[in-house]
C-alpha cells in the first residue's frame, strides 16, 4: 500500500462524511431513536397487569387477602361481586386473569384448614400468563406469612424457598435487554454505513473515477472501513452511554473489554456491507438486502430475547453463524457479570473469525473494473 494515497483515500472519506448527513444520521440519530424505541417499548416485564377479584362472600379475611393485590405494582386490580360478571371482563379482555374466593373461604381459614383459591389466567400469551401466575404465587405467599406473624407462629411450609439471583438480582428485563439492543443497533449501522455508502458512489458515478485512479483494491478497501470505522464506534458510544444513564443499566466489566469486542465485531459488520455493495449498487436494493441479512438474523437468532437453547437442533447451528449472537453474549456479561473470561474470549475469537471471513471475501471478490 502506498500510505500517500492511503491517506488521501481516507481524507476524501472522511470529507464525504462531513458533507453527507446520511451518514451522520445512521451513525449517530438511528441508534438515538432505536434505542429509545426499543428500550422503552420492548419489555419482558409484566406490569400493572389487570386482574378481578371476586369474594363470595367479603371478610377481614378476603380483604387481608385481596390487600396484597391492590398495593402490588404489578397488578390493577378490579373488584367484582361475582364470578359471572368476571368471567365476562376476562372474555373480553378487560382482565388478564381472576382470583376466586369462595363463600366458605373465611371458615376455612379460621378453622386452619385448608381454603382453596382459584385462579383462572388468560393464557392466549402463555409467556404473560406464566408471569402472573408467578405473581398470583407471590401475593399468596406474603399473605400466608402474614398470617402467621399474626397468629404469633413460625411459617410452616414443606419446602423452604430461598432464592437468590446473581447478576440481575432486581429481575429488570432492560437490564437484559439493552445491552443487547447494542449489538442489534450494531449490525445495522455497520451493514448499513458501508453499504449503502458504497452504492451511493455507484449511483452517482464517483466510483468510476476511483476505479480509474492509482489507487490498489487494497488501499479503496482500507479506505473505506477506517472512516466508517470511527464513526461506527462513535455510535457505539453513544448507545453505551444511553443504556448506564437513561437506562440505568449497570455495568460492571472493563471498559478496554467492551472496546475491543465492539471492534471486533464493527469490523464484521462493515465486511458484510461491503459484501452487500459489491453485490448490488442500488441504494434501494442494498438497504434492503441489509436488513434482511444482517438485522432481521440478530434480531431472532442472536438470543437477544429468544432463547437460543430452545430452539431445535438445526437452528441452533445456524445460530453459530450470526456474529451477533457473540457480540450479544459478550455484552450481557460485560454490563451484568464482569470479566467472565471464558464466555469474554470464546465469542471475542469467534467473532474475529467471522470478520476476517466477511474482509478476507470482499479483497477477493473485489476488482477494478464496472462489469
Known sequence: MNAQRLRGLIRKE???????????????????????????????????????????????????????????????????????????????????????????????????????????????????????EGYVQGVWASWLAAQARERGQPLTLPVDIRSRVWFNPALRSHDYLVP?????IMTLIG????????????????????????????????????PYFFLGMGGMILTVVMAITVFSVPFVGSLWLLFAAAALFLLTTLGMGLLISTIARNQFVAGMIAVVTTYLPAFILSGFIFDIHSMPWPIRLLTHTIAARYFVAILQTLFLAGNVWPVIGGNMAALGLIALLFLGLVARISRKRLD
Do not use: C
Open 14 to 132: 472522511a470529507l464525504q462524511i462531513v458533507r453527507d448527513p446520511s451518514s451522520i444520521a445512521i451513525a449517530f440519530v438511528m441508534p438515538l431513536v432505536l434505542l429509545l424505541l426499543f428500550g422503552y417499548g420492548v419489555s419482558l416485564d409484566a406490569r400493572h397487569v389487570p386482574i378481578a377479584l371476586v369474594a363470595e362472600r367479603p371478610s377481614a379475611q378476603t380483604s387481608g387477602f385481596f390487600s396484597g393485590f391492590w398495593r402490588s405494582p404489578y397488578f390493577k386490580a378490579y373488584g367484582y361481586p361475582d364470578m359471572r360478571d368476571a368471567r365476562r371482563a376476562l372474555m373480553r379482555r378487560d382482565v388478564d386473569a381472576i382470583v376466586w374466593l369462595r363463600s366458605d373461604f373465611t371458615r376455612q381459614v379460621l378453622r386452619g384448614a385448608s381454603a382453596p383459591i382459584g385462579v383462572i389466567v388468560d393464557g392466549v400469551n402463555a409467556n404473560n400468563a406464566r408471569i402472573i
Open 191 to 226: 451493514a448499513l454505513l458501508t453499504a449503502l455508502v458504497v452504492a451511493r458512489e455507484w449511483e452517482r458515478g464517483t466510483m468510476e473515477s476511483l476505479m480509474a485512479s492509482p489507487a490498489t483494491i487494497p488501499e479503496i478497501l482500507v479506505g473505506k472501513v477506517v
Open 180 to 184: 443487547g439492543l447494542i449489538a442489534l
